[in-house]
């Protein structure tokens, strides 16, 4: 899915465009019991309820794709009788009417998701009638040829509220607040099936991880039985060894800005495409070729360990192994960070025999916040 496809779900999370058939819940503890356990018609739901959910569920869809946002495949095996989609087309297909189901939903999630303390599984089912579109992008509300089924799950913490003190203004003093238990954003959930060119894909999913480096990768590997993605910063670690590897002794800091330089060129110029940048083993090639350092040599280094890092058909996406907001040069005693867009204000020189950072100033300098007096050498006041 793609960023479009994924905000014209999001947006179906609003009183004026709900398509919630219904919602189901259950309470889990740390130790892995089910406390309590819900089934509402969604729109029953008093108003106020309704809007806490649909900030939960817009968060389940929140984030960068490649690093919050996953498109998930399911591998054939998954496909079977018994298999995780076959489970899940079945769930869908019952639009969250069969207990039996339900229950199953809960304990394999249960058996699956390590997490020591409580937290709340929710699960909706949706019916989106997807609207045509003309020539020109607008919506054609009367004229749509399809309705997207799906189920979106959200796991989130439940947390007990931090004590304090509150006013009450019946007894008009202050007193010890009662301490509650709070229902926190979503740290993991899925959309099932997928919506891809705006139309339902069962052999697809969108699986989401608030914190990117923490996939909870036995709920992608055991519950929804799908190979573990490499997380953003799997891909970075593997970026980089990928340049150590093929420049060699030359892998210096000119060889890097310029690898930097160049795939920040490339975003911007994709910057508006809904799906994001992505890296394959040809496209890289050229990435690193553009260094002026690449020979026959390095091209077969290169080969061989894109292979081992990303496999033969694999790829990276350029947001996860690049910054556009910052670039960064950083030693044992110091850091220095720079807007991408400047980074080639940023030099190195021989400076009385050491190699040195260059960093260009100008009359517009300010130290610990406040600004200071800038002269050139041939101006400064000589020793007394």
């Given amino acids: 899915m793609n960023k479009k496809e994924i905000g014209e779900i999001k947006k179906q999370f609003t009183p004026e465009n709900c398509a919630i058939t219904r919602i189901c819940g259950c309470y889990v503890d740390g130790e892995k019991n089910k406390r ?23 968060k389940t869809l929140s984030g960068t794709l490649g690093k919050n946002l996953l498109n998930l495949e399911f591998p054939l095996a998954a496909e079977a009788e018994g298999g995780a989609q076959e489970f899940l087309l079945g769930l869908r297909n019952s639009r969250l009417t069969e207990d039996a189901l339900l229950e199953e939903l809960y304990d394999r999630i249960i058996q699956s998701y390590a997490y020591g303390e409580n937290y709340l599984i929710l699960v909706i089912h949706g019916a989106y009638d997807i609207p045509g579109k003309s020539t020109d992008g607008q919506e054609l ?18 947390k007990l509220s931090k004590p304090g003190l509150y006013y009450n203004t019946e007894e008009n003093c202050f007193q010890t607040r009662l301490r509650d238990w709070i229902v926190d954003a979503p740290a993991s959930g899925f959309l099932f099936p997928a919506f891809l060119d705006r139309s339902t894909d069962i052999h697809n999913l969108l699986y989401y991880s608030k914190k990117p480096e923490e996939l909870h990768e036995e709920l992608i590997q ?44 490339w975003m911007e110029e994709k910057k508006e495409d809904p799906e994001p940048l992505e890296l394959t083993k040809a496209e890289v090639r050229r990435l690193f070729s553009e260094t002026g350092v690449m020979d026959e040599e390095k091209l077969e280094q290169f080969d061989r360990t894109f292979e081992e890092c990303a496999g033969p058909k694999g790829t990276l996406l350029a947001s996860n192994v690049t910054s556009t907001r910052s670039f960064e040069v950083k030693t044992p005693q110091i850091r220095i960070q720079v ?21 260009p100033v100008d009359n517009e300098v300010e130290v610990n916040g406040m600004p200071v007096r800038t002269t050139a050498n041939g101006d400064q006041k000589p020793e007394a």
Avoid: W
Avoid at 141 to 158: G, M
């Fill in 222 to 265: 055991e519950f929804l039985e799908c190979p573990l993605p490499v997380s953003a910063g799997g891909q970075k670690e593997n970026f980089h060894i990928l340049m150590e590897e093929t420049f060699g002794e030359e892998c210096d800091y000119q060889a890097v800005k310029t690898v930097h330089e160049t795939l920040n060129t």
């Fill in 339 to 359: 807007n991408p867009e400047y980074m080639s204000l940023l030099e190195t020189k021989l400076v009385d025999g050491r190699l040195c950072l260059v960093v």
């Fill in 141 to 158: 509300f009367d004229a749509s040829d399809e309705v997207y089924e799906y189920l979106l799950c959200c796991i989130c913490p439940v």
């Fill in 36 to 58: 309590t356990e819900m089934k509402e018609a969604f729109l029953s739901l008093p108003e106020e309820e309704m809007f806490k959910y649909f900030e939960i569920l817009r």
